[in-house]
Antibody, heavy 118, light 113 residues
């Protein structure tokens, strides 16, 4: 079964750093882009950017450029999303998803809830 | 950026009745080289991640019940649920993947009347 499994929920203080993960199972992890999607509380879906795990080529949504960093370790089929200095406004659910050029995003990870509060 | 606009924002339909959700893109998402619309629909149930329902505007993902159908081309698209079931309560999103600056509609919340 193709699946993406994300790391668990995090509670952080403003200014702290964070790295969350997304591990792929059941397919060739290096053959498809992995995208990250933010969903703020009670809001819709926002595409943040994507990474190609084979060579770590990365494309960011300009709205998120400079705010987060995406990386990948293809040896362990894992993609990462990290922040160097969290803000309260980073509080959200973050999803990873396999991006299929002709079919959309499938599957999605279960989501990682990030809460930033003093 | 391609802006995706859904209507309505919320919808209440009786069990067994038809539900229709519309999605409009600010520019065409029809790829001329293969005559495919790069438009997907997702279903997000409470507490769950989104699930791909339809791609290429009208092709159902494997395992999706045939009461779900997609239509439209160019800039105007529709998701139809022919006979609403209780398990269809969810928020539905359209998404364009024509450009790699992927964008979603704001979502339509579907409830039982």
């Amino acid at each position: 079964e193709v699946q993406l499994v994300q790391s668990g929920a995090e509670v952080k203080k403003p200014g702290e750093s964070l790295k969350i993960s997304c591990k792929g199972f059941g397919y060739s992890f290096t053959s498809h882009w992995i995208g990250w999607v933010r969903q703020m509380p009670g809001k819709g879906l926002e595409w943040m950017g994507m990474i190609y795990p084979d060579d770590s080529d990365t494309r960011y949504n300009p709205s998120f450029q400079g705010q987060v960093t995406m990386s990948a370790d293809k040896s362990i089929s894992t993609a990462y999303l990290q922040w160097s200095s969290l803000k309260a406004s980073d509080t959200a659910m973050y999803y990873c998803a396999r991006q299929l050029r002709y079919f959309g995003f499938d599957p999605w990870g279960q989501g990682t809830l990030v809460t930033v509060s003093s | 950026d391609i802006v995706m606009t859904q209507s309505p924002d919320s919808l209440a339909v009786s069990l067994g009745e038809r539900a229709t959700i519309n999605c409009k893109s600010s520019q065409s998402v029809l790829y001329s080289s293969n005559n495919k619309n790069y438009l997907a629909w997702y279903q997000q149930k409470p507490g769950q991640p989104p699930k791909l329902l339809i791609y290429w505007a009208s092709t159902r993902e494997s395992g999706v019940p045939d009461r779900f159908s997609g239509s439209g081309s160019g800039t105007d698209f529709t998701l139809t649920i022919s006979s609403l079931q209780a398990e269809d309560v969810a928020v539905y999103y359209c998404q364009q993947y024509y450009t790699t600056l992927y964008t979603f509609g704001q979502g339509t919340k579907l409830e039982i009347k």
